[in-house]
């Protein structure tokens, strides 16, 4: 493998002159680096002539279609770097992620490049690899060329990927290990304390039932408030969008997006326009290249809107007006949704329960004088006036009542 990778490389820079050699010196790597070749013998002889119509034939006989079996497996084993290409070892997967991600991770999922390439039957993975275009990809794919036959062995793995999705995250192992563990505890003590009677101590079956009953208690709590209040969800978005990147760096107001904050009771979410608005001239990201921005050119060809994922949700019985806190309120956004500058995934950082709306309204004490918003208070302008009292919280203006949160 060695030699052939260097020969390789060396034929790269090797002259019009050298044409043959180079192009024997392939077919013959060719010949013995694939184990199971699928590559009838005649057909590997085939590229060796380098003429245009050669070269079609043998990419016809990879056309797009069925995959076999063992194709996807050896599609697989290229990808996750079990096996060698052609132009050496390469762990595609070690870029090119096969699993749920915690932190953000800029390089394009497996996923991903697998929906991309079955959307548009004109892309070729040979062409990207082969002829990298961005600055990007000429780093991160440095030396590795494929094969019309890796190709198709890469397109059968992308086909098993598209219909199995991301593999899963091991959900809290532990958890799951202790909440079967004292199930079975708990059955055992059953059985012996009806059936086998082998331990005495009745005592014993009681600490164990006691213990198994809180402990799947505890569970079942903690699951039910989850079910509806989400503290510190931060769900993957079809687009990596980064604030730390937007209103972090380059310090874009976050109204000049979430433009309706101030005369609205929802924020919006910006249309694909806005974002245009930019990446009309910005191609690429430092980090991700140019396939995340790709994504919102192409959702303004398709006019398909992008589905972010939302992150905030209050429960349907209760209102919130994003206008009376930041228009009349005056408060800034990280009073409720913390630093979102300095995240690359949004995430809820407060519960967003009652309890958290109420204490900030009895705690905190409105702009009340300066704000001509609340002129018409007048009984409590002249409290202040007469010294009776020297603020006033939103709890007093109407925040406390029951009908101002829930219709
Ligand atoms: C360049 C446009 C842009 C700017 C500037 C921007 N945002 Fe966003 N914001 C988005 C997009 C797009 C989403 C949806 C994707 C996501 O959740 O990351 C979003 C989502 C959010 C969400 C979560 C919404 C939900 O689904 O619950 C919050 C909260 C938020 N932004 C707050 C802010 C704050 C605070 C700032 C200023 C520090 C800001 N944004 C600046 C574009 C922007
Ligand atoms: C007083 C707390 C508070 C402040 C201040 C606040 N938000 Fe929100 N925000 C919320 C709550 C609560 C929700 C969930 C609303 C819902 O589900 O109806 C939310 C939801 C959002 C959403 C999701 C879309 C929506 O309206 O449901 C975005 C985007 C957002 N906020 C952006 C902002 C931005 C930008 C600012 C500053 C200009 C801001 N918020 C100020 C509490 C606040
Ligand atoms: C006001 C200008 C502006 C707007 C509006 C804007 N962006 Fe950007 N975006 C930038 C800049 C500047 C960069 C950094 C480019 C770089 O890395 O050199 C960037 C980078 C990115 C990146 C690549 C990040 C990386 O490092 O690889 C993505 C993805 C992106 N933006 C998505 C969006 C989306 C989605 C929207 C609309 C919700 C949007 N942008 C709106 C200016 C903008
Ligand atoms: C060092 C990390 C890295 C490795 C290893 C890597 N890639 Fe990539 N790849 C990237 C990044 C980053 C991009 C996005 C760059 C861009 O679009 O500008 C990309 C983009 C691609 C694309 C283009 C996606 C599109 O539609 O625009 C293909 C296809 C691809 N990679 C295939 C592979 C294959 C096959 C391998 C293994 C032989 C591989 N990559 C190994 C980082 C890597
Ligand atoms: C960080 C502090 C803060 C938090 C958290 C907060 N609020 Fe407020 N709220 C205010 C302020 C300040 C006002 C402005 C006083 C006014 O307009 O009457 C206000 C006013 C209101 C009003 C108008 C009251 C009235 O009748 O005049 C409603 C309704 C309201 N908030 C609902 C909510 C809900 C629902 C939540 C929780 C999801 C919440 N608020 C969380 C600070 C907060
Ligand atoms: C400042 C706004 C606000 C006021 C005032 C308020 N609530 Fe709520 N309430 C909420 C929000 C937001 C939720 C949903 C969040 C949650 O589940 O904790 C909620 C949830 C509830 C629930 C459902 C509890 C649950 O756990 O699902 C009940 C019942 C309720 N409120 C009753 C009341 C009553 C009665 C009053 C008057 C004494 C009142 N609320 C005043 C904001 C408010």
């Given at each position: 493998?060695?030699?052939?990778?260097?020969?390789?490389?060396?034929?790269?820079?090797?002259?019009?002159?050298?044409?043959?050699?180079?192009?024997?010196?392939?077919?013959?790597?060719?010949?013995?680096?694939?184990?199971?070749?699928?590559?009838?013998?005649?057909?590997?002889?085939?590229?060796?002539?380098?003429?245009?119509?050669?070269?079609?034939?043998?990419?016809?006989?990879?056309?797009r279609g069925d995959y076999s079996t063992q194709q996807t497996r050896r599609g697989e084993r290229l990808f996750n770097g079990l096996a060698p290409f052609e132009s050496g070892l390469h762990d595609c997967a070690s870029c090119h992620y096969t699993d749920a991600q915690e932190e953000i991770n800029w390089n394009p999922s497996a996923w991903e490049l697998a929906a991309v390439w079955q959307e548009d039957s004109a892309y070729s993975i040979m062409e990207i690899m082969n002829n990298p275009l961005t600055t990007k990809l000429m780093e991160d794919h440095a030396g590795m060329t494929i094969t019309p036959e890796e190709q198709h062995l890469l397109e059968a793995y992308y086909t098993k990927v598209n219909e199995q999705g991301p593999d899963e995250l091991p959900a809290y192992p532990v958890r799951t290990a202790i909440f079967w563990g004292m199930g079975l505890l708990m059955l055992l003590a059953i059985?012996?304390?009806?059936?086998?009677?082998?331990?005495?101590?009745?005592?014993?079956?009681?600490?164990?039932?006691?213990?198994?009953?809180?402990?799947?208690?505890?569970?079942?709590?903690?699951?039910?408030?989850?079910?509806?209040?989400?503290?510190?969800?931060?769900?993957?978005?079809?687009?990596?969008?980064s604030h730390l990147i937007h209103a972090g760096e380059n310090e874009i107001d976050c109204e000049y997006c979430h433009f309706t904050a101030d005369y609205s009771l929802s924020a919006n979410i910006p249309s694909n326009n806005v974002c245009m608005n930019c990446h009309t001239v910005i191609r690429s990201g430092t980090n991700s290249g140019s396939f995340e921005i790709n994504k919102i050119h192409k959702a303004a060809e398709t006019g398909n809107p992008v589905e972010w994922v939302r992150v905030h949700k209050l429960p349907d019985h209760s209102f919130f007006s994003h206008a009376q806190h930041v228009n009349a309120g005056k408060l800034d956004c990280a009073e409720c949704h913390g630093e979102v500058e300095t995240m690359h995934i949004v995430k809820q950082v407060e519960?967003?329960?009652?309890?958290?709306?109420?204490?900030?309204?009895?705690?905190?004490?409105?702009?009340?004088?300066?704000?001509?918003?609340?002129?018409?208070?007048?009984?409590?302008?002249?409290?202040?006036?007469?010294?009776?009292?020297?603020?006033?919280?939103?709890?007093?203006?109407?925040?406390?009542?029951?009908?101002?949160?829930?219709?």
């Open positions: 493998m060695f030699f052939s990778l260097s020969s390789f490389q060396s034929s790269e820079q090797a002259t019009q002159a050298d044409t043959t050699l180079q192009d024997t010196a392939r077919a013959s790597q060719q010949a013995d680096s694939i184990e199971e070749p699928i590559l009838e013998p005649d057909s590997a002889e085939k590229e060796t002539q380098a003429t245009d119509t050669a070269e079609l034939a043998v990419e016809s006989s990879f056309a059985i012996d304390l009806l059936f086998t009677r082998k331990i005495r101590f009745k005592a014993v079956h009681v600490i164990v039932l006691f213990v198994g009953i809180a402990v799947h208690g505890q569970f079942a709590m903690a699951e039910a408030k989850a079910l509806s209040r989400t503290q510190d969800y931060a769900p993957e978005q079809p687009i990596k969008f519960d967003l329960s009652m309890g958290w709306c109420l204490t900030c309204h009895r705690e905190n004490e409105v702009d009340f004088l300066d704000n001509p918003y609340f002129g018409i208070y007048e009984r409590l302008h002249e409290k202040i006036r007469n010294g009776e009292i020297d603020g006033v919280t939103a709890a007093e203006l109407g925040g406390e009542d029951c009908m101002s949160c829930h219709y």
